[in-house]
């Protein structure tokens, strides 16, 4: 079993809807919870990151971790076509030396 | 140019020859990274480096040589290629201390025939 599993998609999603996205994992030393965005024949770019738990919004994005069942989720809100990507959740525990471990990625669609 | 960039962009080669990945960053970020990219498997750690002279295994390092001289370099080793090894080898790297976030680079798409 991966210490991160994420539901590879594709995703389709009409313009202007709500994309839910989620990740869990099994390893509960993961302190840090990031989404990277990447798009067909670029590398991965940061998103957005949380620290521990909770929620944190930028723009028309909002990161959700819920440690206690070791879930994450990524929404973004009023979708637009420049959205479709693979978004990749990835998971570090700091003592790793900046280790990262990724999951697989979704496919995100969306649609005019 | 600044920042991070990976030569080749696309190598075909065949099975048993050796092959060398390039990784060039210009912020002088400690950690280093290499990654393949497969479908159904994500990104997956081949090898990193926390400064220069000093590089250990990630996941999948069988088959790979890492070596890191100079800080703003990071090449990757495939001693003699298999077919196993076709995929997308990204090299990322990352400032210390800053662990959530890595900066990548465009990638090298290799075949091995």
């Known amino acids: 079993q991966k210490e991160v599993e994420q539901d590879p998609g594709p995703l389709s999603v009409p313009e202007g809807a709500i994309v839910s996205l989620n990740c869990t994992y099994s390893n509960s030393a993961f302190q840090y919870f990031m989404w990277y965005r990447q798009y067909s024949r670029k590398g991965p770019e940061l998103l957005m990151y949380t620290y521990s738990s909770g929620n944190k919004e930028d723009g028309r994005f909002t990161a959700q971790v819920d440690k206690s069942s070791k879930y994450i989720s990524l929404f973004i809100r009023d979708s637009q076509p420049s959205d479709s990507a693979t978004y990749l959740c990835a998971m570090s525990v700091v003592a790793a030396g900046n280790k990262l471990t990724f999951g697989g990625g979704t496919r995100v669609l969306v649609k005019p | ?113």
């Not at chain 2, 075909?12 to 060039?24: A, D, K, W």
């Not at chain 2, 088959?63 to 003699?80: A, D, H, I, Q």
Request: glycine residues 8%; charged residues 20%.
């Open chain 2, 1 to 113: 140019d600044a920042g991070i960039t990976q030569s080749p962009r696309y190598k075909i080669t065949e099975t048993g020859r050796q092959v060398t990945l390039m990784c060039h960053q210009t912020w002088s970020h400690s950690y280093m990274f290499w990654y393949r990219q497969d479908l159904g498997h994500g990104l997956r750690l081949i090898y990193y480096s926390a400064a220069a002279d000093i590089t250990d295994k990630g996941e999948v390092p069988d088959g790979y040589v890492v070596s890191r001289s100079k800080t703003e370099n990071f090449p990757l080793t495939l001693e003699s290629a298999t077919r196993s090894q076709t995929s997308v080898y990204f090299c990322a790297s990352s400032d210390l201390g800053i662990a959530y976030e890595q900066y990548f680079g465009p990638g090298t798409r290799l075949t091995v025939t």
